[in-house]
């Protein structure tokens, strides 16, 4: 089988990897760029732990092909803070203690940004809603959902909704 | 003296729901019972866990009997 | 134990030290390493649920290009049946061998057959193909009443059970039998004015931890080997990966990764045995990582159940007799938790007379694992659900039937001790008292009450406390942190020491820098793990008060420990521990405090939940409304973590009640090994999850501690299943309460 050459751009990042026709985005990113903050819990779509932006759009990488990547820009859980300087929404994911194993919690960051970028003031069930393709086995959503609601309302300057 | 108290499985084998025994280590009161009860073998009895006056102990081999305790002996338990 | 104790760290929601790798990616879980020269196992397994392997040829996948080993049961040095002590209790070597790779005979559906290594995954994949097995099917039994029957499919022609009072003669599927009693039974029920009993089933259903099991390994035939996997317990993957292969425990270094959940399905081995002998025959590290529907068919989910509950009361509510007959589906291999669901099964309640029945039974499934509070939800349930039902009968309240029979202190257990001081009547008017308890309900809504009982474990630990010369210390402990115990142990240990939080650096050591440590599990970690963590932590404040009397040449019996500072009660001086641990290395070197212990006196925990769902009489759909979910912690070391572990047992329990259940087909295949058709609870599906803590202190240990993990998922399957009946006029004794059980049940009800 002959390798795929990608260019691609990760985090703001310009990459090139070589991959196999047949595999994901996921794989891309984990075996061939090392960036392991994005976790497999399903390769089929239904967990979100994988969850990226593609261009913007929020996707499973597992759902991705990595030759789809080409000419992309893709963003990662790696990309979200500012060197050692946290994000909001993983400040507040620390401070409502939003995680506990803390396998999606990438994916539910990577999520709430791409949630909070769409609509900056989310009512609780829009939230919920949002993030209904992220399962979360520890927490039963909580304190999850009390964290973005959270993030949002400091990201809009802490005014009320 | 402390009372040792049977579960209905070990019941089985003394005959009785419970014993006084005059013992002041675990050690002792094992040797006790086990003599008095031929059917209680020492090597199972010494699988089990106890409960010396509510306090659950696994691995009670060193453990002293007080002069009034209650004893139970029940089965290890484990959790997820 | 000091109730008027004032505490300056325990009881702050502080952040969690491992937060930030968390919250940024970086934190390494199962599937995060690679090596190396690093090759890919894979697994071949069986797709039929029961049949004998006629023929095993891997000559073909061994020629393949890029594969470098196979592996199969005799690949195992030579095993034989013992009971060793590893991770969730008592296991047989044997058959742990012949669950991880199939001795000649499948069992399920899943059930591993042999292993390749190769260059890539695909490679791996392609080889699989090649492995030519041809099976005879043999009859297969998939439900616990069909296997107890006398002319079922037999699984072991070895298995003989146990507990009976003659040794039987014929094999049978039924693996123990156990029982429990007290007082008079029958007098117990002639004395009752209202009896009932039903039977209930539950189904098989998964952890479903969101990390799927990983590995990565690399075996050295001179040196010492390493493992590196998710897993609840390092030390017991150790023991049993050691024994499986007859290696010294010195010879093999297991490293915890992060783990992605685990609620007791991490507690036993399935890929390292197997990736060692990979590495082994392959001179290769190789990373092993099950996918979703590996971990579904192949793994270990919790129990199905069939149990049936008699219980009588008086008109005033007084239970005069309560019995149980509990049969428990282990899998494929003997172990289910019938043990621990016979002992809790009417925990909560203080009565003179009472019998229980248990029953291990196995079945063409894959082995049961530990489920967090293995056994009780499934028995509990029916216990609470009969006694709703006798509530109904009465008229009474249920939450004031259960006050009226309530267990506490100096309740005569059937499982054992009298109870010391316990919080349920505590949980029991905490809910009663709450606003939740008092709202009104709509049409089509209905309210369920249950109480859950679980009896948490203490068990061996061991920590290191390591000052470092500029006063600050790094604690090492060895329980893999599950859901934020690193926060807990930090607090404890800033607590006993009196410094600050942020100067104490929690790690989770490997199995080479500590001695042993049991597995994570049992809601142990905080009381027992934190237990060892206030005995280093004792050493090391001993030690700094030696010092500073050497300083000052007095005895360390002259010298107080306040605020974190040694003070000179015979004279002048004051030494902080910065400055004592900057001075170590002229007062003796420098300071490690240690704790090895083993924790008894674990404390009962008990928890109350109130749900109430509301139920779409067109197409049975069910919504919870609201939830709330009250349990007795003794103390709550990080309370956010606490309401978190109540607020996600109640989630996995709501799922239990609603959604989830293992569906084969009729051949013994499992139809839905996927999150799509496995349906766990989503953010969507749930309201918030109101969390009450009630604390009344645990009398064994330092600051109260019970251990809050595996409690909270025991009363949501009654506290649900009875909203459910009550919202929409059904009889509940089969679970998931799925749309078309419900609605099929209102078509046809009677109530």
């Given amino acids: 089988m002959s390798r795929t050459h990608v260019t691609t751009t990760v985090n703001g990042d310009a990459l090139e990897f070589l991959c196999e026709p047949h595999e994901t985005l996921l794989d891309a990113l984990r075996n061939h760029l090392n960036m392991t903050g994005t976790k497999e819990g399903c390769g089929s779509g239904d967990c979100g732990a994988c969850s990226v932006t593609l261009d913007d759009r929020l996707v499973c990488s597992c759902l991705v092909l990595a030759a789809e990547a080409e000419g992309k820009s893709i963003g990662t859980i790696e990309g979200v803070s500012n060197k050692d300087e946290l994000h909001v929404i993983q400040q507040k994911f620390l401070e409502h203690a939003a995680l506990q194993c803390g396998i999606c919690t990438p994916g539910l960051i990577v999520s709430t940004r791409a949630l909070l970028q769409e609509n900056p003031n989310p009512t609780e069930e829009e939230t919920r809603y949002y993030l209904a393709g992220n399962l979360c086995r520890c927490t039963g959503y909580d304190k999850i959902i009390?964290?973005?609601?959270?993030?949002?309302?400091?990201?809009?300057?802490?005014?009320?909704a | 003296m402390a009372t040792v108290i049977f579960s209905s499985e070990l019941q089985r084998l003394t005959g009785e729901e419970k014993t006084i025994v005059d013992a002041g280590?675990?050690?002792?009161?094992?040797?006790?019972?086990?003599?008095?009860?031929?059917?209680?073998e020492r090597d199972e009895i010494m699988k089990m866990a106890v409960a010396i006056d509510g306090e659950i102990i696994h691995d009670p081999l060193l453990e002293s009997v007080g002069d009034n305790s209650e004893v139970h002996f029940l089965y290890r338990i484990s959790g997820g | 134990m000091s109730e008027a104790r004032e505490y300056k760290y325990i009881g702050q929601r502080s952040i969690r030290p491992d937060g930030f790798d968390k919250v940024t990616g970086r934190a390494n879980y199962g599937a995060d390493l690679s090596l190396p020269g690093m090759i890919w196992g894979k697994v071949l397994r069986s797709p039929h649920a029961h049949a004998k392997i006629t023929?095993?040829?891997?000559?073909?996948?061994?020629?393949?290009?890029?594969?470098?080993?196979?592996?199969?049961?005799?690949?195992?040095?030579?095993?034989?049946?013992?009971?060793?002590?590893?991770?969730?209790?008592?296991?047989?070597?044997?058959?742990?061998?012949?669950?991880?790779?199939?001795?000649?005979?499948?069992?399920?559906?899943?059930?591993a057959i042999c292993a390749i290594a190769a260059l890539t995954e695909a490679i791996a994949d392609e080889a699989l193909s090649l492995i030519d097995v041809e099976y005879e099917i043999l009859p297969h039994v998939m439900d616990v009443r069909d296997a107890m029957k006398e002319d079922a499919p037999l699984l072991h022609d070895d298995l003989f059970t146990q507990g009976l009072p003659e040794q039987p003669d014929k094999p049978s599927n039924i693996a123990a039998r156990m029982e429990l009693k007290k007082g008079d039974i029958d007098q117990g029920f002639a004395d009752a004015d209202v009896i009932v009993e039903r039977e209930f089933y539950t189904p098989t259903i998964h952890q479903g931890y969101i990390e799927p099991h990983a590995c990565t390994v690399r075996y050295e035939e001179k040196g010492t080997s390493m493992?590196?996997?998710?897993?609840?317990?390092?030390?017991?993957?150790?023991?049993?990966?050691?024994?499986?292969?007859?290696?010294?425990?010195?010879?093999?270094?297991?490293?915890?990764?992060e783990i992605g959940g685990g609620f007791g399905g991490k507690t036993t081995v399935y890929l390292e045995p197997v990736s060692l002998i990979l590495s082994r025959k392959s001179g290769r590290p190789v990373k092993m990582v099950m996918?979703?529907?590996?971990?579904?068919?192949?793994?270990?989910?919790?129990?199905?159940?069939?149990?049936?509950?008699?219980?009588?009361?008086?008109?005033?509510?007084?239970?005069?007799?309560?019995?149980?007959?509990?049969?428990?589906?282990?899998?494929?291999?003997?172990?289910s938790p019938m043990g621990p669901?016979?002992?809790?099964?009417?925990?909560?309640?203080?009565?003179?007379?009472?019998?229980?029945?248990?029953?291990?039974?196995?079945?063409?499934?894959?082995?049961?694992?530990?489920?967090?509070?293995?056994?009780?939800?499934?028995?509990?349930?029916?216990?609470?659900?009969?006694?709703?039902?006798?509530?109904?009968?009465?008229?009474?309240d249920p939450i004031d039937i259960r006050l009226k029979n309530a267990a506490r202190e100096g309740t005569q257990t059937l499982y054992g001790p009298k109870l010391k001081a316990v919080g349920l009547i505590e949980c029991l008017e905490a809910c009663k008292n709450s606003d939740h308890y008092k709202a009104a309900l709509k049409d089509n809504q209905g309210r369920g009450v249950a109480a859950g009982f679980?009896?948490?474990?203490?068990?061996?630990?061991?920590?290191?406390?390591?000052?470092?010369?500029?006063?600050?210390?790094?604690?090492?402990?060895?329980?893999?942190?599950?859901?934020?115990?690193?926060?807990?142990?930090?607090?404890?240990?800033?607590?006993?020491?009196?410094?600050?939080?942020?100067?104490i650096t929690p790690i989770v050591a490997d199995t080479e820098v500590l001695a042993y440590n049991g597995t994570t599990g049992g809601s142990r970690t905080t009381f027992a793990t934190g237990m060892a963590v206030i005995e280093a932590a004792q050493d090391v404040i001993r030690q700094m008060k030696e010092r500073a009397a050497a300083v000052w040449n007095v005895t360390a019996e002259q010298v107080d420990w306040v605020d974190g500072t040694a003070v000179n009660t015979a004279g002048e001086g004051r030494l902080t521990a910065v400055e004592i641990c900057a001075g170590a290395d002229r007062t003796g070197g420098q300071i490690t405090g240690r704790g090895n212990i083993n924790a008894r006196g674990a404390g009962p925990s008990f928890a109350v939940h109130i749900a109430d769902i509301e139920v779409d009489r067109d197409t049975g759909r069910t919504r919870v409304i609201r939830y709330t979910a009250c349990q007795d912690a003794g103390k709550a070391i990080h309370p956010s973590y606490v309401e978190g572990q109540y607020q996600g047992g109640a989630v996995q329990g709501i799922g239990w009640a609603l959604n989830e259940e293992y569906i084969y087909s009729k051949d013994g295949i499992l139809e839905n090994?996927?999150?799509?058709?496995?349906?766990?609870?989503?953010?969507?599906?749930?309201?918030?999850?109101?969390?009450?803590?009630?604390?009344?202190?645990?009398?064994?240990?330092?600051?109260?501690?019970?251990?809050?993990?595996?409690?909270?998922?025991?009363?949501?399957?009654?506290?649900?299943?009875?909203?459910?009946?009550?919202?929409?006029?059904?009889?509940?004794?089969?679970?998931?309460?799925?749309?078309p059980r419900v609605l099929k049940a209102m078509q046809s009800s009677s109530r």
């Fill in chain 1, 146 to 160: 009390r964290a973005v609601m959270d993030a949002a309302e400091t990201m809009r300057g802490g005014g009320a």
């Fill in chain 3, 341 to 396: 669901g016979c002992m809790t099964v009417f925990t909560p309640y203080d009565i003179e007379n009472a019998y229980v029945e248990g029953f291990d039974v196995v079945v063409n499934k894959p082995k049961v694992a530990a489920y967090r509070a293995p056994g009780a939800p499934q028995a509990e349930f029916a216990a609470e659900m009969v006694i709703n039902e006798i509530a109904r009968e009465l008229g009474i």
């Fill in chain 3, 227 to 257: 493992v590196w996997c998710c897993t609840q317990g390092h030390f017991d993957v150790r023991a049993s990966t050691a024994k499986l292969l007859k290696m010294d425990l010195s010879k093999l270094k297991v490293v915890a990764s």
């Fill in chain 3, 454 to 503: 679980w009896f948490n474990i203490g068990g061996q630990s061991s920590v290191t406390i390591n000052m470092n010369p500029d006063g600050t210390a790094t604690l090492v402990e060895g329980s893999p942190d599950i859901g934020g115990s690193r926060a807990s142990m930090q607090l404890m240990a800033a607590e006993e020491l009196q410094i600050p939080a942020d100067k």
């Fill in chain 3, 55 to 111: 023929k095993l040829d891997v000559s073909r996948a061994e020629q393949h290009p890029g594969v470098m080993a196979i592996a199969t049961y005799k690949d195992f040095p030579a095993v034989s049946s013992e009971a060793f002590e590893a991770g969730e209790g008592a296991t047989d070597l044997l058959d742990l061998a012949r669950n991880i790779l199939a001795d000649g005979k499948v069992l399920y559906d899943g059930h």
């Fill in chain 2, 25 to 40: 280590t675990y050690r002792e009161l094992v040797d006790k019972i086990t003599t008095r009860y031929k059917d209680l």
């Fill in chain 3, 291 to 335: 996918d979703r529907e590996e971990v579904f068919r192949a793994s270990g989910p919790g129990s199905a159940t069939r149990n049936w509950v008699k219980i009588g009361a008086k008109k005033d509510g007084t239970f005069t007799a309560m019995q149980a007959r509990l049969c428990y589906e282990a899998g494929a291999f003997k172990g």
């Fill in chain 3, 673 to 739: 090994p996927g999150f799509l058709d496995y349906r766990i609870p989503l953010a969507s599906d749930l309201p918030m999850i109101d969390a009450l803590i009630v604390e009344v202190p645990n009398a064994f240990h330092p600051f109260g501690v019970r251990g809050v993990g595996e409690t909270g998922i025991v009363p949501p399957l009654a506290a649900v299943g009875t909203a459910v009946a009550n919202a929409a006029g059904i009889t509940v004794t089969e679970l998931p309460l799925s749309p």
